[in-house]
């Protein structure tokens, strides 16, 4: 597609249920990335693929989230008996494979927003 | 060490002026520099970057400048436009193939241009 595609974009539910939002990257980039930004912060780092493999979950706030990514494409990101303190907006964002003389950039979806209540 | 500090949290500034946002950040393996601008609603989208073997860049009326010993750069908007109005965050990432190449982003500047 043009750009990284998420869905919903925007997304109301009721604590302790589960929610998916998904994230199309752009066609081709091997590297994808979500983000949570909450109210009037900065951006927060939760997962990182390569392909399909997550080198680095280390942001993810708890067991409660997870992510996957098939066909090195789609990923999704799941978040389980939802507490008000998960709502945010969740951004995703894709970069292309880096060669060895330089960095790609990072392009950005417009973000889900998430609203526990 | 992960950490990438910005300030100001939030700028006001004329038509004209040239509102400057710095960023700090401690870790040495840090070897790319953006700065992105995110509208109200919209993702952030890549502004300007730079390599650390570089001590300023420029593209348009936005300029990096960059002070490796220091640990800090930071962004200058000249001639700022109300247009420009916006947040802005810098980040900082590792080398590829390293084995993480996620975005330090700092904690947001949020810029507005009064007319």
């Known amino acids: 597609g043009a750009g990284v595609s998420q869905s919903p974009s925007n997304k109301v539910t009721e604590k302790g249920k589960d929610v998916e939002l998904r994230c199309d990257p752009i066609?081709?980039?091997?590297?994808l990335y979500w983000y949570r930004q909450s109210l009037g912060q900065g951006l927060e780092f939760l997962i990182y693929f390569q392909g399909n493999s997550a080198p680095d979950k280390s942001g993810l706030p708890s067991d409660r989230f997870s992510a996957e990514r098939t066909g090195g494409s789609v990923s999704t990101l799941t978040i389980q008996r939802t507490q008000q303190e998960d709502s945010a907006v969740y951004l995703c964002?894709?970069?292309?494979?880096?060669?060895?003389?330089?960095?790609?950039?990072?392009?950005f979806g417009q973000g889900t927003r998430l609203t526990v209540v | 060490q992960q950490q990438v500090k910005q300030s100001p949290q939030s700028l006001i500034v004329q038509k004209g002026g040239i509102p400057i946002i710095n960023c700090a950040y401690e870790n040495t393996a840090f070897d790319y520099f953006p700065w992105y601008q995110q509208f109200p609603g919209k993702g952030p989208a890549l502004l300007i970057a730079i390599r650390p073997d570089v001590s300023e860049k420029k593209e348009g009326r936005f300029t990096i400048s960059f002070n490796k010993s220091a640990k800090q750069f930071s962004l200058h908007i000249m001639d700022s436009q109300p247009g420009d109005s916006a947040t802005y965050f810098c980040a900082a990432s590792t080398a590829p193939f390293s084995g993480t190449y996620k975005y330090i982003f700092g904690t947001g500047t949020r810029l507005k241009v009064l007319a």
């Open positions: 964002a894709s970069s292309r494979k880096l060669t060895s003389t330089g960095y790609t950039e990072a392009f």
């Open positions: 066609s081709g980039h091997t590297a």
